[in-house]
């Protein structure tokens, strides 16, 4: 153990620390001026610094500074000053035919990625970020099937009223029943084979004729006659390769039986028409648009 | 137990003795005047070369745009993916260093290195206002009067002066120049050129002024690393001690006969712009600058004794003479095996630069393909795949670019945005552009796990075309 006695080393003529272990003795050499110096700088600073930068923690917020700044006051100006810039392009977006934006390549980049952004924040929780959607109910915005029509003007329509959103006396609506409690569970199955003959899929030839008439008379007012569908009433074309419930057999039935009810939100009100027109331009962009 | 209070700890500061370098002329002091003279006319003019690239380019040859991130360098623009080629350079000048230490000693910290110059420049203002060695150390020694206040002034302010011109020289390279400097006094230059400029004139002042050998001593790490580089056959400045011991004065007295060459006028010190004794050997604070060379050289013209006491010479070639052999010719120094590796190694490099500048193009692209979600199949069971393509225009015209599917595949093509497969790129931009490719149902591409196809972007006008592969991904049913 060290033994506390603080005397002078002759060879160096410096205090000793007093500890010493097997015979060596630490030597207390003072600290350079200059780094005390630097060092009561450093601390002088830190106090002017909490005097004019916000820094004591406080109950409800820290103490503001007698420079007043603040972060979030930074972000807002950067914010607002963004908004200027773009101020011009949203006017012009707001006043303009939406479909002739395609006219406009500076808009129309404008629009993309401002509606990018839009969509990664309000969308993609249900179509997923890549607005791929998910087979269960959440269209797919990619392909070039459209529930409810894939114009600028639809998805515009879709954006801003929603679809079955009950809250909007403009939502676009419409109630497939279930026929569960209407057809037979035979019925229901002639009906599933028919469904699948439509689309080419494999399916039993003489179950699906005893469909047709079924189609016919339960179906076909929504669907059409020939089973494409009909826009205006958000009724799905069953002759081509996309389904948005699964387009096997038992995802068939399960959809007759008890019908189907989608929903998406109106973004009227929430969004202004601007963001709106943005994001509908950017889904039109994905691929599919019309 | 002794008393605490009286005990002094040695100081491990070493207060700076000052340095008044003689003047000396002689065949190393003309060289050096030359290269002074180039470097700070590189220096000062290469800001204010004009080179012109096209309308949409700035027309400064040697320019780093921080801002748009590009370098210009006469016929060569750099992006900041061809990064390498700074890389590169600076291995080469790494190298480079290595090459010459390892072949002449420290012929960097001698003749070229900008402490070296800027302070030669300083001392030579400085011995135009105060007078050669011997008034300058009277004057150092005199009192604050009118005179010597007189003097300092005028010394600082034409130090000051230049000092500036240094540090507003080198802004002139990150910015037009002669926009930079209209704004530089009107005024109207941005925040970050005054601080640089600030900043550059400060240290050229204080390390060309008042720090001068301290910064090689205590603050450049050459000197460190100079050891590693050097060994006996390296050509560097030293003193023939067996020529020259034992030294003395007074050849008239009746021992004179048994001294050396060395007459001890101390003209070898007192030209030293580190203010040290060459004839202490080989030394850390030496910057092999010459000097002490052509200062010996004229002394021995003067007592009749050959030139030569002081010279460049290896260590091995001493060893050898004080034994009573011959030394080795200089090229033999030079082509020795660790030279000609540095050399070969040195020459590859650059080799291998010029290589990548030949083939560089003025269009490229990279393309990445969204696999969120890998692909999508359409209404009629086609299969279509996203690409984020990043088109690169390196010219300052804007280029309409065709972009298409290399061999005949009967996939579709469609850009984002556009009704025909061609895009136009502006000058010198980067443009993000999407493109569809759809493979028709039933399709080997579109049942297939992945198909390895090939974009190609071409430029009608320049025929200039590149190509890059990636992967198509089908259903894999
Ligand atoms: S010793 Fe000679 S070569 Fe070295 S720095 Fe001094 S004058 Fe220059
Ligand atoms: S200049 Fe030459 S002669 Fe004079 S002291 Fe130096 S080495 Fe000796």
Redesign the pocket.
């Known amino acids: 153990m060290a033994d506390n006695k603080r005397e002078i080393d002759t060879a160096t003529n410096t205090e000793t620390t007093g500890h010493e272990w097997d015979g060596i003795r630490e030597l207390d050499t003072p600290m350079p001026r200059w780094w005390l110096i630097t060092f009561y700088i450093t601390i002088v600073w830190a106090i002017i610094y909490t005097i004019f930068m916000p820094a004591w923690p406080m109950i409800n917020s820290a103490t503001p500074g007698i420079l007043g700044y603040s972060s979030r006051e930074e972000v807002a100006q950067e914010l607002a000053a963004a908004n200027e810039v773009n101020a011009p392009l949203d006017e012009r977006l707001a006043n303009m035919e939406i479909a002739s934006v395609v006219e406009d390549p500076e808009l129309l980049r404008f629009a993309t990625a401002g509606g990018g952004a839009i969509f990664r924040n309000y969308c993609s929780q249900c179509h997923g970020a890549g607005a791929a959607g998910a087979v269960g109910g959440y269209p797919n915005l990619l392909d070039d099937d459209w529930l409810w029509g894939g114009t600028l003007t639809d998805i515009q329509q879709t954006l801003t009223h929603g679809i079955r959103y009950e809250e909007d006396p403009d939502t676009r609506y419409s109630q497939m029943p279930a026929f569960g409690d209407i057809l037979e569970e035979e019925e229901i199955n002639s009906l599933v084979q028919y469904v699948l003959s439509l689309s080419n899929q494999e399916h039993d030839a003489e179950a699906a004729t005893a469909g047709t008439e079924l189609f016919m008379d339960n179906c076909s007012v929504c669907h059409g006659e020939d089973g494409r569908g009909m826009q205006d009433q958000g009724a799905p074309n069953l002759t081509d390769s996309i389904w948005l419930y699964g387009g096997d057999p038992e995802s068939i039935a399960n959809t007759i039986h008890d019908s189907r009810f989608g929903i998406m939100p109106a973004f009227g009100g929430r969004l202004s028409d601007e963001d709106i027109r943005k994001a509908a331009i950017y889904v039109h962009t994905l691929g599919g648009g019309q | 137990m002794t008393d605490v209070s009286q005990s002094k700890p040695p100081s491990l500061y070493a207060a700076r003795e000052p340095v008044f370098p003689r003047r000396v002329s002689g065949k190393f002091r003309t060289l050096k005047w030359w290269i002074m003279g180039i470097t700070l006319a590189i220096y000062y003019i290469t800001p204010w070369l004009r080179w012109d690239r096209g309308p949409a380019l700035p027309d400064q040859a040697v320019l780093v745009d921080m801002a748009n991130r590009r370098f210009y360098f006469f016929f060569i623009e750099i992006w900041p993916q061809e990064f390498y080629f700074v890389a590169g350079l600076l291995i080469m000048a790494g190298l480079g260093l290595f090459l010459f230490t390892a072949a002449l000693g420290r012929v960097w910290c ?1 003749y070229t290195c900008p402490q070296t110059v800027w302070t030669d420049l300083f001392i030579l203002v400085e011995r135009w206002i105060e007078g050669d060695r011997n008034a300058r150390v009277r004057l150092f020694n005199a009192k604050w009067d009118a005179r010597k206040i007189r003097l300092r002034l005028f010394k600082w302010t034409v130090w000051l002066l230049i000092a500036v011109a240094t540090g507003g020289a080198w802004v002139f390279y990150f910015a037009d120049a002669p926009t930079l400097l209209v704004d530089l006094f009107t005024l109207q230059a941005p925040l970050t050129a005054y601080a640089s400029v600030f900043i550059l004139t400060a240290t050229t002042f204080i390390f060309g002024g008042f720090m001068r050998e301290q910064v090689c001593i205590y603050m450049c790490p050459w000197p460190r690393i100079q050891g590693a580089m050097m060994d006996e056959q390296t050509i560097t ?1 030293g003193y023939r001690a067996w020529r020259g011991e034992p030294r003395g004065k007074h050849r008239k007295s009746a021992e004179a006969a048994d001294l050396g060459d060395c007459i001890d006028c101390s003209a ?1 010190v007192n ?4 203010g ?1 004794d ?1 004839r202490d050997g080989q030394q850390l604070a ?7 060379i052509d200062a010996c050289d004229d002394v021995m013209d003067k007592i009749g004794k050959p030139r030569g006491l002081i010279d460049y010479v290896t260590v091995e070639d001493q060893e050898t003479e004080t034994r009573g052999g011959t030394s080795v010719s200089i090229i033999r120094r030079i082509l020795r095996p660790r030279i000609i590796v540095y050399t070969a190694l040195w020459g590859a490099i650059g080799l291998g630069l010029i290589a990548a500048l030949v083939m560089r193009t003025d269009l490229a692209f990279s393309i990445e393909p969204v696999r969120n979600p890998v692909n999508v199949v359409l209404s009629d069971g086609s299969v279509r795949n996203a690409y984020e393509l990043r088109l690169r225009n390196m010219t300052g015209f804007d280029r309409d670019l065709e972009i298409s599917l290399e061999g005949s595949r009967n996939m579709v093509l469609e850009l984002q945005g556009q009704d025909t497969r061609s895009v136009t790129v502006p000058a010198d931009e980067t443009l993000r552009q999407r493109v569809y490719l759809t493979a028709p149902a039933n399709s080997g591409a579109a049942t297939a796990g992945a198909t390895e196809i090939v974009m190609t972007v071409s430029d009608e006008n320049s025929e200039t075309t590149a190509s890059e592969p990636t992967i198509f991904q089908g259903t894999g049913r």
């Open positions: 001698g400045v070898c030209v030293c712009p580190t040290i060459i030496c910057i092999t600058c010459a000097l002490c």
